[in-house]
């Protein structure tokens, strides 16, 4: 199993920046691509952002040129920079890592609310 941890949700006003953080722990040898998704009250999971271990990223169209993931193996731990942040980026965000030997089986953090005022 691989526990994922996120942290650094919080409240901020339309235009601000957050940076969250996802640390994971356990079987890492099992994951190699960790990657943010997100949750809107009402609304269906959706993705964000991934990173894979050598470094290629991919994003969201509504979030490309506004967040940046990025990694540190030593740390086991993938960043999400917010910056330029709108009310419609309001929700929970939840890190997420895939079995890299088990296909459809995701680790999933419990995830951390972000919430940007108007």
């Known amino acids: 199993q691989v526990q994922l941890v996120e942290s650094g949700g919080g409240l901020v006003q339309a235009g601000g920046s957050l940076r969250l953080s996802c640390a994971a722990s356990g079987k890492i040898f099992s994951i190699n691509t960790m990657g943010w998704y997100r949750q809107a009250p009402g609304k269906q999971r959706e993705f964000v952002a991934r990173?894979?271990?050598?470094?290629?990223?991919s994003y969201a169209d509504s979030v490309k040129g506004r967040f940046i993931i990025s990694g540190d193996d030593a740390k086991n731990t993938v960043y999400l920079q917010m910056s330029s942040l709108k009310p419609e980026d309001t929700a929970v965000y939840y890190c997420n890592a895939p079995n890299r030997w088990a296909q459809g089986m995701d680790y999933w953090g419990k995830g951390t609310l972000v919430t940007v005022s108007s």
């Open positions: 990173i894979t271990s050598g470094g290629i990223t």
